[in-house]
């Protein structure tokens, strides 16, 4: 009889799990959704804007909205973009350190100027063994787009040229700057591998260096720049220039790049009324339908802010203590819902022709809320559309604590759980175990009498 006990025992303990699986299913289909406010971008048409670059990323850096998106995931040839990089480990050797850039002076020998010779790489006239200081050298990298400062950066930072592009490589990773690849220092066509980068990428490097080092904007903004050693640069970025069509008073930086696979690319960034737009594009054609040399990066970029000024606000989509909605909630005690309401204003920048009544508001509620709830659980979601687009999202959150009618959720329970399936199959598990029991208990005793 020891047997059927244990059997007796291991039915109990399955029966006790099976509960205790329902009451899991029970909390687990109570949990609220997690959403968090997303930063879905829409991709503007600028009207009237027509655009000569392959591939163009424009962000509003207020409020980290995506305006233009053109290809900004697919690889190009950064040509002297490059450069931005190289400018890049250079600030973080130093930090804020300002006096050190100004007055640490260093240079290079052969390893520095060997692969730039008889090639057409864009100089400072720096020369050989010739000691300048690390601001110098940052302005003729950045202004005129010098080559040789961009090796001799290279081997006094990295050891070498080599492992300087190894923390080139080290630091788009860290960035995430998923889609870059590093060969070199300056972005120069040397004949084998090329740098290669995308527009998004480029934005990434670009918001780390205005967010963390005020002297990068210092130094890209200039349009020249006397080196200590009397010879004076001129920045290669026409939006700079006052003399050029293509001069834009609101632009500060970046950097300029070309050659001839590269095409024309910028990063550039511009301010005007409280708000701030970066750009990034590559591969713009270098000459007109009639062979003349055209900066269509810088008209693709001017074109692009005037169009932004002119035509973008902020705008507020949701307000954080809006009320949305109500959410039905099972078992609370004296109600049986509670209102939800976003849980931060959607503010988007946006198009001032287009009236903010025109995006569908796209609701979703769990239909399983189980109380307790409390003040600021998440329980839905709302989402923006726009001509179909996901333009912006934000959870929806409890605006009151809701509690629990105990003896009236215990009695649903457990009904629930004696008509759900678990305890069906409980049920039939115990039946059968009852009828094998009682056969086998008959055919021991017929055994036992016949004995």
């Given at each position: 009889?020891?047997?059927?006990?244990?059997?007796?025992?291991?039915?109990?303990?399955?029966?006790?799990?099976?509960s205790?699986?329902?009451?899991l299913?029970?909390?687990?289909?109570?949990?609220?959704?997690?959403?968090?406010f997303?930063?879905?971008?829409?991709?503007?048409?600028?009207?009237?804007?027509?655009?000569?670059?392959?591939?163009?990323?424009?962000?509003?850096?207020?409020?980290?909205?995506?305006?233009?998106d053109?290809?900004?995931?697919?690889?190009?040839?950064?040509?002297?973009?490059?450069?931005?990089?190289?400018?890049?480990?250079?600030?973080?050797?130093?930090?804020?350190?300002?006096?050190?850039?100004?007055?640490?002076?260093?240079?290079?020998?052969?390893?520095?100027?060997?692969?730039?010779?008889?090639?057409?790489?864009?100089?400072?006239?720096?020369?050989?063994?010739?000691?300048?200081?690390?601001?110098?050298?940052?302005?003729?990298?950045?202004?005129?787009?010098?080559?040789?400062?961009?090796?001799?950066?290279?081997?006094?930072?990295?050891?070498?040229?080599?492992?300087?592009?190894?923390?080139?490589?080290?630091?788009?990773?860290?960035?995430?700057?998923?889609?870059?690849?590093?060969?070199?220092?300056?972005?120069?066509?040397?004949?084998?591998?090329?740098?290669?980068?995308?527009?998004?990428?480029?934005?990434?490097?670009?918001?780390?260096?205005?967010?963390?080092?005020?002297?990068?904007?210092?130094?890209?903004?200039?349009?020249?720049?006397?080196?200590?050693?009397?010879?004076?640069?001129?920045?290669?970025?026409?939006?700079?220039?006052?003399?050029?069509?293509?001069?834009?008073?609101?632009?500060?930086?970046?950097?300029?790049?070309?050659?001839?696979?590269?095409?024309?690319?910028?990063?550039?960034?511009?301010?005007?009324?409280?708000y701030?737009?970066?750009?990034?594009?590559?591969?713009?054609?270098?000459?007109?339908?009639?062979?003349?040399?055209?900066?269509?990066?810088?008209?693709?970029?001017?074109?692009?802010?005037?169009?932004?000024?002119?035509?973008?606000?902020?705008?507020?989509?949701?307000?954080?203590?809006?009320?949305?909605?109500?959410?039905?909630?099972?078992?609370?005690?004296?109600?049986?819902?509670?209102?939800?309401?976003?849980?931060?204003?959607?503010?988007?920048?946006?198009?001032n022709?287009?009236?903010?009544?025109?995006?569908?508001?796209?609701?979703?509620?769990?239909?399983?809320?189980?109380a307790?709830?409390?003040?600021?659980?998440?329980?839905?979601?709302?989402?923006l559309?726009?001509?179909?687009?996901?333009?912006?999202s934000?959870?929806?959150?409890?605006?009151?604590?809701?509690?629990?009618?105990?003896?009236?959720?215990?009695?649903?329970?457990?009904?629930e759980?004696?008509?759900?399936?678990?305890?069906?199959?409980?049920?039939?598990?115990?039946?059968?175990?009852?009828i094998?029991?009682?056969?086998?208990?008959?055919?021991?005793?017929?055994?036992?009498?016949?004995?």
């Open positions: 009889m020891k047997f059927f006990g244990n059997k007796r025992v291991h039915l109990n303990r399955l029966a006790k799990k099976i205790f699986i329902t009451a299913a029970v909390m687990f289909s109570a949990a609220s959704y997690t959403f968090a997303s930063a879905d971008a829409y991709n503007f048409t600028p009207e009237g804007v027509k655009l000569k670059s392959e591939t163009v990323y424009m962000e509003n850096l207020d409020t980290e909205n995506t305006i233009i053109i290809n900004s995931d697919k690889q190009y040839y950064p040509a002297s973009l490059t450069k931005i990089m190289t400018c890049v480990l250079v600030l973080d050797e130093f930090k804020d350190d300002v006096e050190g850039l100004k007055k640490t002076k260093v240079s290079a020998g052969a390893e520095a100027f060997k692969e730039l010779e008889n090639t057409f790489a864009s100089t400072a006239g720096i020369e050989k063994n010739e000691k300048l200081s690390y601001y110098d050298l940052l302005c003729a990298l950045m202004l005129p787009s010098a080559c040789e400062a961009a090796n001799i950066l290279a081997v006094n930072i990295g050891g070498s040229i080599d492992g300087f592009v190894e923390m080139m490589n080290s630091k788009a990773g860290a960035l995430g700057m998923k889609n870059t690849v590093y060969y070199n220092a300056h972005g120069l066509d040397l004949g084998g591998n090329n740098n290669v980068t995308t527009c998004r990428d480029q934005a990434i490097l670009c918001k780390y260096a205005l967010n963390n080092y005020p002297i990068f904007t210092e130094i890209t903004s200039k349009y020249s720049y006397t080196l200590s050693n009397g010879t004076t640069v001129i920045n290669t970025n026409s939006l700079l220039d006052e003399s050029s069509d293509f001069y834009y008073g609101y632009v500060n930086g970046i950097k300029t790049g070309f050659y001839d696979e590269a095409g024309r690319c910028l990063a550039s960034v511009a301010t005007k009324d409280g701030t737009y970066l750009i990034v594009s590559m591969k713009a054609p270098a000459k007109d339908k009639n062979g003349n040399d055209v900066m269509y990066s810088c008209q693709d970029h001017k074109n692009l802010y005037m169009w932004a000024f002119e035509n973008l606000d902020y705008s507020v989509f949701v307000e954080e203590n809006e009320e949305i909605t109500e959410a039905t909630v099972s078992y609370g005690k004296d109600a049986d819902f509670v209102t939800l309401k976003p849980a931060n204003e959607v503010s988007k920048i946006w198009l022709s287009i009236d903010i009544s025109k995006v569908e508001r796209k609701i979703t509620i769990d239909n399983n809320i189980i307790p709830v409390y003040k600021g659980d998440t329980l839905g979601k709302l989402d559309i726009y001509e179909g687009e996901t333009i912006g934000v959870k929806l959150v409890a605006t009151s604590d809701l509690e629990r009618a105990t003896i009236k959720a215990e009695a649903a329970i457990a009904s759980f004696f008509s759900s399936k678990q305890f069906k199959i409980a049920l039939f598990i115990i039946i059968l175990v009852v094998l029991y009682i056969v086998i208990f008959k055919a021991l005793t017929k055994k036992r009498y016949r004995q």
